[in-house]
């Protein structure tokens, strides 16, 4: 019987992140849950590809835009079940419990893991708490890790090619399908910490409102890398 999860990990020069994100998956491939890691890399220039072929994983490149990213690795994943992770994501020991548990349940709803940060202090904290608080609520983002069967994805018409808000198009897709799974996710702090937690948290809520309002990915993109 094969494995039942395709991992898919988008990447862009993520050489410094990858190997912490693929080393927690290990307890995946010991638990027999992951049949395949793809990676699916926008253009990497320092080593990315070559560590995730290096990890055993299976590469798919393309022109860098988070969604088309994403897109293209669920299209080539064969599991029954995707498990969507962030480069830069981490998740804690003891994941494929609450993976397992997941899946015993049904093929019916998608599952996100619990946020933090791997920075301590209150900003850290604070912005976790909003984050779990927004998913508990259908919009779990990209970095909390998304877990969901291939007949739901196809179901709900999988990731939109676009630059930025993916995840939000596809939560919005998945209303009322969308449940917390009993483990955590580490993400990295390192954006927060170069640009400051109150910029950068202001500059996410702003692109959120941005986005509901109508704006046009492509446009919101720009304007993210600008600032």
């Known amino acids: 019987m094969r494995a039942p999860i395709s991992i898919v990990i988008p990447s862009l020069n ?15 491939l010991q638990a027999g849950l992951i049949r395949e890691v793809i990676v699916s890399d926008g253009g990497s220039t320092d080593g ?9 994983g299976e590469v798919v490149s393309g022109t860098p835009s988070r969604g088309g990213q994403l897109s293209r690795g669920c299209a080539a994943a064969r599991g029954d079940w995707l498990l969507v992770l962030h480069a830069d994501t981490v998740l804690a020991p003891g994941w494929t419990d609450a993976v397992q548990d997941h899946m015993a349940r049904g093929a019916g709803a998608a599952g996100w893991f619990r946020l933090q940060f ?21 919009l779990p983002y990209g970095d909390q890790g998304l877990l969901l069967s291939r007949a739901l994805y196809d179901d709900v018409g999988g990731y939109p090619d676009q630059p930025l808000m993916e995840d939000v198009a596809l939560a919005r897709a998945l209303r ?24 950068r948290g202001g500059r996410n809520l702003w692109t959120l409102a941005r986005y509901a309002m109508g704006a046009n990915p492509e446009d919101l993109a720009q304007s993210y890398r600008r600032s």
């Open 118 to 138: 791997d920075q301590r202090g209150l900003a850290p904290r604070l912005v976790a708490v909003w984050a779990n608080l927004r998913s508990g609520f259908g």
């Open 48 to 56: 990315t590809q070559a560590l995730a072929e290096g990890w055993g």
């Open 14 to 28: 993520a050489a410094t992140s990858l190997p912490a994100c693929l080393a927690a998956l290990v307890e995946g």
């Open 176 to 199: 009322g399908r969308l449940q917390r799974l009993d483990g955590q996710a580490t993400t990295s702090a390192d954006k927060y910490r170069r640009q400051g937690w109150l910029r």
